[in-house]
């Protein structure tokens, strides 16, 4: 075994087992009897922000750091104008970047049901094209 820790660019296997974690999580507190909406609604944005990250680290990009959907989808489009288009998904998704990881950093209590069914299914169908793109990943 090698004592050199792999690059960003030979792990986008990596980035998407994350991804998968953080969305599985997400999935899995909504079935709480109290579900914590906003952080359903923080890790469906980390979610998608490590499937765009995986999606592009697979095609070569050099990683940078940014947590804005958007830009990300932006650099995507590069390679994939359907997942580049998902400009719709990023808006919803970046609400959730900083927001709500602190107490009072916007009121949490606006954040519900609605909101985090809305983040999911935003986060859900990021993931849903990154798969059809990355087939066996």
Same mark, same amino acid.
């Given at each position: 075994m090698s004592d050199q820790p792999k690059r960003p660019v030979e792990t986008p296997h990596e980035w998407l087992r994350y991804a998968e974690g953080d969305l599985n999580v997400a999935k899995h507190e909504m079935q709480n009897e109290m579900p914590v909406y906003h952080t359903v609604c923080f890790l469906c944005q980390s979610a998608a922000e490590k499937f765009l990250k995986g999606f592009l680290i697979a095609r070569g990009w050099q990683l940078e750091r940014s947590h804005d959907i958007v830009q990300l989808l932006a650099l995507c489009e590069d390679y994939d104008t359907e997942l580049g288009k998902m400009h719709a998904e990023g808006a919803i998704l970046n609400e959730y970047i900083i927001g709500v990881r602190y107490?009072?950093?916007?009121?949490? !209590?606006?954040?519900?049901?609605?909101?985090? !069914?809305?983040?999911?299914?935003?986060?859900?169908?990021?993931?849903?094209?990154?798969?059809?793109?990355?087939?066996?990943?």
């Amino acid at each position: 075994m090698s004592d050199q820790p792999k690059r960003p660019v030979e792990t986008p296997h990596e980035w998407l087992r994350y991804a998968e974690g953080d969305l599985n999580v997400a999935k899995h507190e909504m079935q709480n009897e109290m579900p914590v909406y906003h952080t359903v609604c923080f890790l469906c944005q980390s979610a998608a922000e490590k499937f765009l990250k995986g999606f592009l680290i697979a095609r070569g990009w050099q990683l940078e750091r940014s947590h804005d959907i958007v830009q990300l989808l932006a650099l995507c489009e590069d390679y994939d104008t359907e997942l580049g288009k998902m400009h719709a998904e990023g808006a919803i998704l970046n609400e959730y970047i900083i927001g709500v990881r602190y107490p009072g950093d916007i009121a949490t !209590e606006s954040i519900g049901e609605d909101e985090a !069914e809305e983040a999911l299914a935003a986060s859900q169908r990021i993931r849903d094209r990154v798969r059809d793109l990355l087939p066996g990943r």
